[in-house]
């Protein structure tokens, strides 16, 4: 566990006091033996495709200052803030997967094309290679809209991964894969409960009659 205390000096003069806490060390252990990078290029869209964790973290992380409801607040920071371990994770696999390659194993692999713009680094992009873009994801500033779009992007993240595990034959890598499905699940969950909370602070005969993010009079 590495924490740290620091001080922060802004222009008016005032000192601020911020705590960080990074443990080091993966969420879930990533041991893999065997290269593949066949199979590296097939789960490198979860570290920066179109419903990967990269899109994940930085959706929840950036919705979480326009929701009005501080508990879900709280959850979107939590929930982003596991999506960028999950990102650690990934990055893991795909380095385990590719590293002390021979050319001739990228050649033969077909992950030559990767290797020229990046050799073996962790680069985001989809499994077709489009580069990571922002546009994948969205922030609304509308309650209800962002939790149903959260919702959506934990089901699609649990189909790529389920479209993963079909592909997958090595146990080592299948392991941290399934663990990482099982906890979109429950984030799918948890976003789930926190639209019905949500909806309990609105107008239970039109949910859609204003934005609470802005119209302050809109509770019941």
Not at 101 to 112: C, E, M, N, R, V
Not at 185 to 197: D, N, T
Request: net charge negative.
């Amino acid at each position: 566990m590495t924490s740290g205390l620091g001080y922060v000096t802004l222009g008016h003069g005032k000192e601020y006091e911020f705590m960080w806490t990074y443990e080091r060390r993966l969420q879930y252990p990533v041991k893999i033996t065997r290269c593949n990078p066949k199979i590296a290029q097939v789960i490198i869209s979860q570290f920066g495709g179109p419903d990967g964790e990269m899109s994940a973290s930085m959706r929840y992380l950036a919705q979480r200052y326009s929701m009005p409801n501080r508990s879900v607040a709280g959850l979107l920071t939590d929930i982003g803030t596991e999506e960028l371990a999950h990102l650690e994770i990934v990055a893991a696999i795909v380095h385990q997967l590719t590293k002390d390659l021979t050319p001739d194993q990228i050649a033969a692999s077909g992950f030559d094309k990767y290797y020229v713009d990046h050799t073996l680094g962790i680069w985001p992009q989809a499994a077709g290679g489009i580069p990571f873009n922002a546009c994948e994801f969205q922030v609304k500033g509308d309650p209800i809209t962002d939790l149903y779009e959260d919702m959506a992007a934990e089901q699609k993240a649990r189909s790529t991964y389920d479209n993963i595990l079909r592909l997958v034959k090595d146990p080592e890598v299948a392991d941290p894969i399934r663990f990482l499905r099982e906890r979109e699940i429950v984030h799918f969950q948890r976003f789930g409960e926190a639209l019905r909370r949500t909806q309990d602070t609105l107008n239970p005969k039109n949910f859609y009659a204003y934005n609470p993010a802005i119209d302050k009079n809109s509770c019941k």
